[in-house]
C-alpha cells in the first residue's frame, strides 16, 4: 500500500492485522469499529512497532466491510522524483469499454433528482457513473501510477491492496481530514468547470465558477455541514468566508481549507474522519436522506468509490482524503468512477460532461482517449 501526500510517501509492507468491521458508528472509541482498530494497532506494537499505523480504504456506505490493515513494516519516504510518462506507457490494449449508467440513463437520473428536490427537503445529491474498460492484457499498476502522478503531482495519490486481489488506485485532489496533534485541517471541493487549452479561456472559465450561483450554493452546502460536524469539537475553527479555487489538469474546483484546534487531542483522525464521511460533497444534503435518494437512483453499489483512504497512526495523527479519481484494477479490467453532485439548477447535459470530464484523469492514464 501507499499513500503520497505533500512531498512524503506512506509505503506499507505485509499484512500483520486486517480490519473488514464497517466503519459505522467509527467516531465512538468504545464502539466496535475503533476497539477492533484499537485490538489492530496493539497488534503492531506487540511485533516491535513503536508507533503502528492503520492504512487503507473505507466504502461510501460506512454500514459496508472496510478494507484497512496493520502492515508488518512501513516507511515514510521522500517522494519520488516526477518522470515522463507517454499517456500509454506500457498500456495494453484497449479492447472494449461500456458506462453505467448510459449517457441518456444517467441524464433521467438527474432529471429524477431534480424531481424529488421539489418535493422533499432534500437539497443536493451526488449521483455517479462507472465506466468499464477490458483490455488484451493485465493492466501494469506502476505504469498507471506513474501516469497518475505526471498528470497530477500535488494530488494524494494512492494504491490499496484489495482482499480479492484487485488494486485501489487513484490520485484524489480532495483532503477530507488531516490531524497533526490538536491541529485538524479540512479541505472540502464541491462546484468544478472543466479547464481550457487557451490560457485566456481558462482564467473565464475560473473567474466565471467564483460568481457562479449554482456552484456557490452547492458548496456552501458542502462548508455549512463540515463546519456544523467539527466546530462542537474545536476551541477555535476556522472557515473562510468565502472558497477560492483550486485546478487539477482537467477540473478548476471550488476550494474552501477549514483549519481547527480540537478541545481534545486525544480524538484520533480516523475518529475524526468517520464523523465526517460522506460530506455532501460526495453524497448530498441532508446526507441520510441523499443516500436514499442515491440507492434509489443509482444502478450499482458504490463500494470504495467516494469513500475514504489514507492512514492512522497510534498516536491519532493521520491523513485520509476522499475516494476520487479513482478505478479498481483486477488483471485485464479496470473500473473508473466519477460523480457530480445534483442541486435543482443542474442540467442533466452539463453534469454529464461533467462525470466525462472527471473521468478523463484516469482514462489518460490508462491511455484511452476521453
Known sequence: MSFSSGQGELRAFGQRAFISVPAKGGQDRA???????????????????????????????????????????YEWRARPPLQSVPADAGMPTLLDQKSIPSEAEFKKAVEHAIVNFR???????????????RFDGAVDVDRLLQSLRAQNRDGYQFRVPLPDGAQ???????????????TVVSNPLAGSARRQLDPAADRTVADALLISPKDLYEHKLVIDDVERVLKPYCT????????????????????????????????????????????PAVCGYPTERAHKLIRFVEPFERGLFTGMVGWCDG????????TIRCGIVQDDKVRLFAGAGIVE?????????????KLRTMLNACGVAA
Not at 485501489?168 to 490538536?182: A, C, I, N, Q
Not at 477560492?244 to 475524526?272: N, V, Y
Request: proline fraction near 7%.
Open 31 to 73: 464502539g466496535l469499529f475503533q476497539r477492533a482498530v484499537d485490538a489492530a494497532l496493539e497488534e503492531g506494537r506487540r511485533a516491535g512497532q513503536s508507533n503502528p499505523v492503520v492504512v487503507g480504504a473505507i466504502p461510501f456506505d460506512l454500514a459496508e466491510p472496510s478494507c484497512l490493515y496493520v502492515p508488518e513494516s
Open 119 to 133: 418535493m422533499c427537503d432534500v437539497r443536493k445529491a451526488v449521483l455517479s457513473v462507472i465506466r468499464e474498460l
Open 168 to 182: 485501489l488506485v487513484g490520485v484524489s485532489p480532495e483532503l477530507l481530514l488531516r490531524k497533526t496533534g490538536d
Open 236 to 279: 477555535e475553527l476556522d472557515v473562510p468566508a468565502g472558497p477560492s479555487l483550486m485546478s487539477t489538469a482537467a477540473l478548476w474546483h471550488l476550494s474552501t481549507r477549514i483549519e481547527g484546534r480540537l478541545t481534545d487531542p486525544g480524538m484520533t483522525a480516523l475518529q475524526l474522519a468517520c464523523l465526517l464521511h460522506p460530506t
Open 315 to 322: 498516536e491519532g495523527n493521520g491523513e485520509w482524503v476522499v
Open 345 to 357: 439548477a443542474s442540467q442533466p447535459e452539463a453534469e454529464w460532461a461533467e462525470t466525462q470530464t
